[in-house]
């Protein structure tokens, strides 16, 4: 017998009290929590009537209590709480009490290594440093098989799932044989996955490997998987210009879009993001890149900050910080530490200022 509906939220939430992913199913929540921000302004219906306060708590952490109703994983109809009664028309629909519990859309995960994941116990990175991990994720390859590869993926798309994500992005190592190997176990996984999660896979490699005739197959490879984008990692050199008309050509010519790792160092002197915003341009391919980490924007000059995040908002290129990886991994030698302090405030406005709405794009679709 199947578990009721108030029974798999109420597991949902002891996972994670803010967010479940509850697609198909067809209820009402009375007492619910819902960030203002995600709010149209006023009560639906109600132009001149802003949403009630529920009590000074929720005033201050800037959340409305509503009553919701869902169905067929979206917001069906929507009000402040005790203000109107929601009629379920399916008698399959149950109501429940979500006892103030906060509703968030689901998350969509931009960038995420689904082939390196759960590799801890047998590959650890002791130092913390970011060569050691480049170093133990070489040496970890050698166990890379299809199965290990699909086991370890899968165990990372259970636990997002469980945590309410609803997308994910993921880059794929495409070095050799690789790239076959990875992309067949992930294939598999999407298939299985594909009414609770929509996967992409991006290619991770030097810029130099699209070079020649196996570049056409690496493009081609990832064109051939629903959800695939080109990207790699951009290295300073005078070839880089070259390497990103490459890359952006073999996108263009399969309508795919771009995503890169761009300068995840505390060296001032690595800015590839802004020659990455300028082939975007240059290409006509404003809107369909993303850039990942963007470490090295941190500790530069303004000047120099400054005339690339005006290209990046030209080139519409999305940002995705990657907080947690990069304060783990980066500066453990205080080198940069002091030239960030210097230049955080400054260079907070202007990263919110340009991020959003590329970012936005890529999360769009994402239902309760
Ligand atoms: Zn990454």
């Known amino acids: 017998m199947k578990a009721p509906l108030s029974a798999k939220i109420k597991h949902s939430l002891s996972v994670s009290r803010s967010c479940f992913p509850l697609l198909r199913l067809h209820f009402a929540s009375k007492t619910t929590h819902i960030p203002r921000s995600l709010l149209p302004n006023t009560v639906p219906g109600c132009p001149d009537r802003p949403w009630p306060e529920s009590n000074p708590f929720a005033a201050r952490e800037n959340l409305v209590l509503v009553d919701l109703e869902i169905a067929d994983g979206a917001i069906r109809s929507l009000c402040a709480a005790g203000t109107s009664s929601i009629e379920l028309s399916s008698p399959t629909a149950e109501e429940i009490d979500l006892k103030r519990g906060i509703v968030f859309p689901c998350f969509a995960d931009l960038h995420t290594h689904l082939d390196k994941g759960h590799s801890w116990n047998r590959s650890p990175n002791l130092s913390g440093s970011f060569e050691e991990a480049l170093a133990r994720v070489a040496a970890d390859g050698k166990h890379w098989n299809a199965e290990d590869v699909y086991r370890r993926m899968e165990f990372s798309l259970k636990c997002a799932y469980a945590h309410g994500t609803q997308a994910i992005r993921t880059h794929i190592d495409s070095y050799g044989e690789q790239a076959a190997i990875s992309l067949g176990a992930l294939k598999h996984l999407q298939q299985e996955w594909r009414d609770r999660l929509t996967i992409q896979a991006v290619t991770l490699v030097t810029l130099d490997c699209f070079e020649a005739a196996e ?154």
């Open 215 to 368: 570049g056409e197959k690496l493009a081609d490879r990832f064109a051939e998987f629903d959800g695939g984008i080109l990207g790699g990692l951009p290295l300073m050199s005078s070839e880089l210009e070259g390497q990103l008309d490459r890359v952006f050509t073999l996108a263009k010519a399969r309508n795919l879009d771009l995503d890169f790792h761009v300068d995840e160092s505390g060296d001032p002197s690595e800015m590839t993001l802004r020659f990455v915003a300028e082939a975007a341009i240059r290409h006509g391919y404003e809107g369909r890149v993303v850039c990942g980490h963007c470490c090295s924007l941190a500790v530069q000059s303004q000047e120099a900050a400054q005339k690339t995040i005006d290209l990046v908002r030209a080139a519409g290129i999305g940002i995705v910080s990657l907080p947690m990886c990069n304060l783990y991994l980066q500066d453990r030698d205080q080198a940069a530490s002091g030239l960030f302090t210097q230049k955080e405030k400054s260079m907070a406005s202007l990263q919110l200022s340009h991020p959003h709405s590329a970012l936005a794009r890529h999360h769009s679709g994402s239902r309760i």
